[in-house]
């Protein structure tokens, strides 16, 4: 008990002094957590290939969410503050013809060494499209980090294979004979899908916003001419009751198509959407009875 008496101070002495050595040692670390993503994906069609064939242990940060217009879609400072961080940005070729994209890749001053176009053109929820995606993003990954090349590569074929059973699947799932006697009046950004699909397609629409009274007249005239069985919108481009209506009044089936991962639920994935895609076709033309 005298020893303890007698030492008490040094001993309080002696644990300050490793707290203070403690403190110091944390503040004078040089590396800190990068708090940003270290890939930028413009979409999540990109961000679910990158998550797919990558082991670079990244969140990549989707610049587009996968429920919005691309060319509506205002962009927030966080985007600015998340490009700002990024080591590599990959964008369609298309988003760099969008001003809100143009001033936000200007405002976060990101230089032209770190941006990377995944040169695809066609909607890349088409099976033989999306494995061309997957394709040049292996190599654009590749590129910034060779050392896991073959790593991209192995898992690339594998997701390849994945989309080639997928589409496989869709043809015997709704045969292109079934659906090549339906006409079809779609969205714009939905026509090359329906089109692989095998469907009939005889006219297209853009934004329901953008219509005058003259084009949904037209419209409506032009489906019951043909007359039209399927009208079939696309979820990112919004203004869905006009499409709506638009097959109520021509006596039509009516769809709604995504061209994301996420853009419905539980489809966080191309192959889940794309599937997704092709249980919503199926239902209104092969389990139900087309007008």
């Known amino acids: 008990m005298t020893f303890l008496r007698k030492h008490t101070g040094d001993l309080r002495y002696l644990l300050y002094g490793l707290l203070v050595i403690v403190a110091l040692s944390g503040c004078s670390e040089k590396h800190s957590p990068i708090a940003g993503a270290e890939i930028i994906a413009g979409t ?32 927030k400072p966080h985007d600015i503050t998340q490009l700002q961080q990024a080591e590599l940005v990959l964008l369609h070729g298309w988003q760099l013809n969008l001003a809100n994209i143009r001033r936000t890749l200007e405002a976060a001053q990101v230089p032209e060494n770190k941006r990377r176009i995944i040169d695809v053109t066609g909607n890349w929820m088409v099976p033989e499209v999306q494995k061309e995606a997957v394709e040049k993003t292996r190599d654009i990954l590749a590129e910034y980090a060779p050392q896991s090349a073959s790593l991209f590569r192995e898992r690339a074929a594998v997701r390849v294979a994945s989309i080639e059973a997928a589409g496989a699947a ?21 026509a090359p899908f329906l089109k692989w699909a ?28 043909h007359p039209v069985g399927l009208v079939v919108d696309n979820l990112q481009s919004g203004g ?52």
């Open 240 to 291: 869905l009751a006009m499409s709506m209506t638009l097959a109520g009044d021509i006596g039509a089936a009516y769809v709604v198509l995504s061209n994301f991962p996420g853009g419905f639920p539980d489809t966080p994935t191309w192959q889940a959407a794309f599937e997704e895609n092709i249980r919503r076709l199926r239902k209104a033309t092969v389990e139900a009875p087309v007008p």
């Open 170 to 190: 869709a043809r015997e799932a709704l045969p292109p004979e079934t659906a090549a006697g339906i006409t079809v009046f779609c969205h714009e950004m939905q």
């Open 198 to 225: 095998g469907y009939a397609v005889v006219g297209t629409f853009n934004r329901p916003e953008d219509w005058s009274v003259a084009d949904a007249e037209a419209m409506v005239k032009k489906g019951q001419e």
């Open 44 to 75: 999540t069609l990109i961000t679910d290939i990158v998550k797919d064939i990558s082991d670079l242990k990244v969140e990549a940060y989707t610049l587009l969410p996968s429920t919005s217009c691309p060319s509506q879609f205002d962009m």
